[in-house]
């Protein structure tokens, strides 16, 4: 948004009383302040919308270090043109990044753009690499959740690391991602689960809602029917990464046999028949397992051999 238009935005928010309207456009200012190097103007405004009455927030550089054990920053190098995905999810990944990137037309016709990602399905086929080409393609950084410095065996404990995860985050353009969502955001009318949980879902869930739309949320889940059913709705976006079908596979395949050198021992097209049902990071996986045992068989070893063995040892593997 032009600098004008979000002074007038914030002055008519101002006006009206609309406190969480103006909270958002302050921290859009932050954002933009940070993303600028303007570190000093962006902890003085931190600390001027601090809710009165709450726990006093400190300066964004003390509060970075603060969540050290909550997120880890990973630097994106995945692009969109480098992972395999289904023509229909690779449309909406584009909708998504074009948003973004054209967020301040959409916002002088009083629009935002889309940032609730969930990406559902099996293990091994890109969901972590697309949030990783989110953060990579809008170019901003990216910070993956860490459970085992949020979830905390102690009363409100956990609740309370949530929320300096999401402060952390609101003021900066970023992708914020979640792996395996289902861990936190499990369904709430589960008889077994305590009342803690219940108290950390409905936290989770309110943050996300209140989440600026510079911040790009991406969940993922390898158990979607583990989720609460409220938190299905907080997700504008949702996506399905399945498997590879075998045109898929094959034209994966031709992709790693360019990369690896020209010669995966064997046709794509035959490769992709004898790996049915395997995962992308399978696949990639198995190719190079191939290039790391014909490096190693030189120089008398062929690669056709190679790969006849690691076929015959992966179809025990699944015997077993």
């Known amino acids: 948004m032009a600098r004008s238009d979000l002074v007038i935005d914030l002055v008519e928010a101002q006006q009206r009383g609309d406190v969480a309207r103006f909270r958002m456009l302050v921290e859009a200012i932050i954002a933009e302040e940070r993303n600028n190097q303007h570190h000093l103007v962006a902890d003085r405004l931190s600390e001027l919308i601090t809710t009165a009455g709450a726990r006093s927030l400190l300066a964004r550089d003390d509060t970075a270090r603060q969540v050290a054990d909550l997120v880890t920053e990973i630097v994106p190098k995945r692009r969109l043109s480098e992972v395999h995905l289904a023509p229909a999810v690779t449309a909406a990944v584009n909708e998504i990044i074009e948003e973004h990137h054209r967020s301040e037309l959409l916002r002088s016709h009083g629009l935002e753009p889309r940032n609730r990602i969930l990406l559902e399905g099996p293990p091994g086929n890109g969901k972590t690499s697309l949030a990783e ?20 065996s102690f009363l409100g404990e956990t609740t309370s690391r949530i929320d300096h995860v999401f402060e952390f985050a609101r003021t900066r353009r970023c992708v914020l991602f979640f792996d395996e969502f289902d861990t936190i955001a499990k369904e709430r009318s589960d008889a077994h689960e305590t009342g803690e949980i219940k108290r950390v879902v409905s936290t989770l869930l309110l943050q996300i809602d209140r989440l600026p739309s510079h911040v790009v949320a991406v969940c993922a889940t390898n158990h979607g029917e583990l989720l609460d059913r409220a938190a299905w709705r907080r997700f504008q976006v949702r996506l399905a990464l399945h498997p590879p079908s075998r045109i898929q596979a094959t034209t994966f395949l031709e992709q790693l046999r360019m990369r690896l050198g020209g010669n995966l021992g064997m046709a794509p097209r035959t490769l992709a028949d004898k790996l049915a049902g395997a995962t992308y990071a399978d696949i990639e996986e198995f190719a190079l397992d191939i290039m790391r045992r014909y490096v190693l068989s030189l120089p008398d070893g062929r690669i056709e051999d190679v790969v006849r063995e690691q076929l015959k040892q992966r179809n025990a593997m699944r015997q077993m």
């Not at 989110?134 to 950084?141: I, N, S």
């Open 133 to 152: 080409v989110l953060a990579a393609e809008l170019m901003v950084p990216f910070y993956a959740v860490r459970y085992e410095g949020v979830v905390s």
